[in-house]
């Protein structure tokens, strides 16, 4: 049973700026927990409300249940306290109740189910797929929701669960959010941005807050003022804000998104933090042009400081 103080507080960082973490590994290919602590312990610094482990950026599904377990653990010890730590599960239902489970005993403060990959996942059974795993625990939970085939009338079932206490939405499409949430009215569901910085501002237009990001682990102060000029409705810094992040996000897109985790990784790398290749199916490195651009984004960034 989630006590009221704890959604409460699940619910208030989620309004603000839920940064995923990358998964640092070793030469032989191991986890490097030393990088990993140190990774989630300066994004705690800069004050990011929620530190997602486990996540799509940390590469959730070239890991093995065993090192998502180990993520976990490390993720709660280096926050300590500082931020919210929220624990992504997903696969097999078998396998997320299971790391349900492990999050638990690890000390997180929620869990985000990931939506299952599977190219024949029904809509409708997603959420059958979240009821069954709110069973196996006893953590405020946030769906992750990427299929835009999901309906209005499937959000207004997860909002039914008890345990859901908000909704991390992955579509590119505002207007579709917007008809979603109208089901929802009445629920205390949150809806949140799950694509990041660039979607966030029109995000917001429709009343979702909070947003994650893979950005924080390069540069968790760029988000956190991104989330402040949302917060005050400041749209021109905002858009500035947006503008300055675009083209390190537009590269986050390539080979059909298969970069994503790669460019965040690499820019660490240039900015001294090495953390490693990134595990197939991923793009391992990115090419010499790419990598030229990206030094010159984060030269950007810096003149712009």
């Not at 790419?290 to 003149?303: F, G, N, P, Y």
Request: proline share 5%; glycine share 8%.
């Amino acid at each position: 049973m989630i006590t009221t103080a704890s959604r409460s507080r699940v619910e208030q960082a989620l309004e603000g700026v839920s940064g995923v973490h990358v998964t640092p590994y070793l030469p032989n290919g191991r986890i490097n927990d030393a990088l990993l602590r140190q990774v989630v312990n300066d994004i705690a610094h800069a004050g990011v409300h929620n530190i997602v482990s486990g996540g799509n950026t940390g590469e959730f599904y070239s890991l093995t249940p065993d090192e998502i377990t180990h993520a976990y653990r490390i993720a709660v010890d280096a926050a300590a306290g500082r931020s919210l730590v929220t624990a992504g599960v997903g696969r097999s239902l078998h396998e997320a109740m299971r790391l349900s489970q492990a999050a638990e005993e690890a000390g997180v403060d929620a869990i985000m189910i990931h939506q299952p990959p599977d190219p024949f996942a029904s809509p409708r059974m997603l959420v059958q797929y979240v009821r069954d795993i709110s069973r196996e625990t006893g953590l405020p939970i946030i769906a992750y929701a990427r299929n835009a085939g999901l309906t209005p009338s499937d959000f207004a079932r997860l909002a039914e669960i008890e345990s859901v206490v908000a909704i991390k939405y992955a579509v590119p499409d505002p207007l579709r959010m917007a008809e979603c949430m109208r089901a929802t009215q009445g629920s205390s569901l949150k809806w949140i941005c799950g694509l990041a910085e660039s979607w966030a501002l029109p995000f917001y237009a429709y009343g979702a807050r909070g947003f994650t990001s893979g950005l924080v682990n390069i540069n968790a102060a760029l988000s956190m003022r991104f989330h402040q000029a949302l917060e005050n409705s400041d749209w021109k810094q905002a858009r500035q804000l947006v503008a300055a992040i675009a083209d390190f996000e537009d590269m986050r897109t390539l080979e059909q998104n298969g970069t994503n985790v790669t460019v965040v990784k690499e820019a660490m790398r240039l900015v001294g933090q090495d953390v490693g290749f990134v595990r197939p199916p991923g793009v391992d490195r990115l090419n010499t042009p790419q990598v030229e651009r990206l030094a010159s984004i984060l030269e950007e960034w810096k003149q712009q400081h």
